[in-house]
């Protein structure tokens, strides 16, 4: 049983992790992104489970590393990190993997969000890299996953100067697909899940798999791969059902084959 997370049983296709250490906003110990991983990796094995959704609370996604347990780490902790091998397994997650977002998502919680496929923002939401004030740098991907999404200019700005940005200016850079009252948050991102869902679980991996190589390959070596996966998809069931469904006017019947 998880400690910092509630894990609810699939719905629609869609599970829904929320992190809880709200005493401390949602900060990321070790301990909660052991737990992190551990699900996601439960979740990748379950045939029930097409997506994710990851929250936190109204006032925070999370606000961070926790500062108090990283202050405890000298160089030699902090080389031999065990958080560098809980961050690999949330990036390698091969389902959709979506943030709900409400409240601070700064440091290490926008770190997560940009681990994250698709990002639902509470109009709320605040993303933020601070850990210049520290005197250090985003540890986890935030130079660069943060660059890749929105830009360098103002990647730097929030690099730099630890300012966050709010929700509406996140969507406008990039960072966030959409932005939702609050309260619906999470409501919409289920949404998002369960339509996923629906689709062809394999031609819904490889697609996944086919974007990311745009943000890590040249043009070329990505369109090679697209057109591979496109080519092994030919061979499904599911893509059978999915063109005689078409053709016939009726929903698709996908069964992951």
């Known amino acids: 049983m998880p400690r910092y997370l509630v894990v609810q049983a699939p719905e629609d296709g869609v599970r829904l992790i929320t992190l809880q250490r709200p005493e401390a906003l949602n900060a990321l110990n070790t301990e909660l992104l ?20 990851i929250t936190g609370n109204r006032k925070a996604f999370a606000a961070g590393a926790d500062i ?14 065990p958080r560098v091998a809980h961050w690999q397994r949330i990036a390698a997650f091969s389902k959709p993997l979506i943030a709900a977002v409400n409240g601070f998502a700064l440091g290490g919680g926008c770190e997560l969000v940009m681990c994250a496929d698709i990002v639902i923002a509470g109009e709320d939401a605040r993303f933020g ?22 830009g360098k200019p103002l ?25 939702s009252q609050p309260e619906l948050t999470v409501e919409r991102a289920m949404q998002i ?47 059978a059902e999915g063109i005689r469904a078409f053709q016939e006017k009726r929903p698709a019947h996908f069964q992951g084959q």
Do not use: C, W, Y
């Not at 737990?35 to 994710?52: C, G």
């Not at 250090?136 to 130079?143: D, K, M, Q």
């Not at 086919?210 to 069931?237: P, V």
């Open 129 to 150: 890299q601070p850990e210049i004030n520290l005197g250090i740098i985003p540890g986890a991907g935030g130079t660069q996953r943060l660059l890749r999404a929105v």
């Open 193 to 239: 899940g369960a339509a996923i869902a629906r689709k062809a679980p394999l031609a819904v991996r490889l697609a996944k798999e086919a974007l990311l190589k745009a943000a890590d390959t040249d043009l070329a070596t990505g369109l090679r791969f697209e057109r591979h996966a496109f080519t092994l998809l030919a061979g499904t069931a599911d893509r």
């Open 68 to 81: 108090r347990e990283m202050a405890e780490r000298d160089l030699v902790g902090i080389l031999n990190d």
């Open 34 to 53: 052991a737990e992190l991983a551990a699900e996601l990796d439960s979740a990748d094995r379950d045939p029930a489970i097409a997506a994710v959704v």
């Open 155 to 179: 990647a730097m700005q929030m690099v730099l100067t630890g300012e966050p940005i709010s929700a509406r200016h996140a969507q406008q850079a990039g960072l966030v697909s959409e932005v």
